[in-house]
């Protein structure tokens, strides 16, 4: 099905593992996001990507390694996970042009760090 | 960096009111502004938006926003509020980079 999917939807892991949160999508956008939600602080940008092989930081972009080798795939990766890392990520793409387009988002991932 | 303002983390309301959730953002140049909905243990899914033209633009759900540039502001608005609106409402801003930036959220609750 077209769209965006996240994997997996539920995650539980120990704190120091590194863990691979994957998002696929199936529109070719050019751009891709990764935001965390926490209660009280929204969503907050973790990387961005606007293609394959260019990436950038957002605003809150430590302890979290991100690659884009295609443009339909845009794994996030917690190098050695924290306790603070406990979150929902939610993957997003969009296409950027005139007008301008609004960004999809996954169902997102419930991450849980012990 | 930019940064997006809801001043209300938490609304509540009885069915059949009027609703204005507020929204304000820092950025002096072009920006795209958003209002997007959660859902209880949904994802984010777009509500409204707006690029230029008509200031006050109409959504899906009976939700309408006015842009008000010289404030800054994006507030959203629905006259009479359902049950079924009980959700989180984010409001959220991009500008040239295409970066979204967005609030820390609003709950509402409708009370039935």
């Known amino acids: 099905d077209a769209g965006i999917t996240q994997s997996p939807r539920y995650k539980i892991t120990e704190t120091g593992r590194q863990v691979t949160l994957m998002c696929h999508q199936t529109?070719?956008?050019?751009?891709m996001f990764w935001y965390r939600q926490d209660l009280g602080h929204g969503l907050r940008l973790i990387y961005y990507?606007?293609?394959?092989?260019?990436?950038d930081k957002g605003e809150v972009p430590d302890g979290y390694v991100v690659s884009r080798s295609k443009t339909e795939n845009f794994p996030l990766t917690l190098e050695s996970a924290t306790r603070s890392q406990t979150s929902v990520y939610f993957c997003?793409?969009?296409?950027f042009g005139q007008g301008g387009t609004e960004a999809f988002f996954g169902q997102g991932t419930r991450l849980t760090v012990v | 960096a930019q940064s997006v303002s809801q001043h209300n983390h938490h609304v509540i309301l009885s069915e059949a009111a009027s609703l204005e959730l507020g929204c304000n953002y820092s950025?002096?140049?072009?920006?795209?502004l958003f209002w997007y909905v959660q859902y209880p243990g949904q994802h984010l899914q777009l509500l409204l938006k707006?690029?230029?033209?008509?200031?006050l633009v109409k959504g899906i759900k009976g939700f309408e926003a006015e842009f008000i540039k010289s404030k800054f502001s994006f507030n959203l608005r629905k006259p009479s509020v359902q049950w079924s609106d009980t959700a989180e409402y984010f409001c959220?801003?991009?500008?040239?980079?295409?970066?979204?930036?967005f609030g820390s959220g609003t709950k509402l609750n409708v009370k039935p």
């Open positions: 997003a793409s969009s296409e």
């Open positions: 959220a801003v991009n500008s040239n980079f295409n970066k979204f930036y």
């Open positions: 950025y002096g140049g072009t920006v795209n």
């Open positions: 529109w070719s956008h050019s751009y």
């Open positions: 990507s606007a293609a394959a092989d260019i990436t």
């Open positions: 707006y690029f230029s033209g008509d200031p």
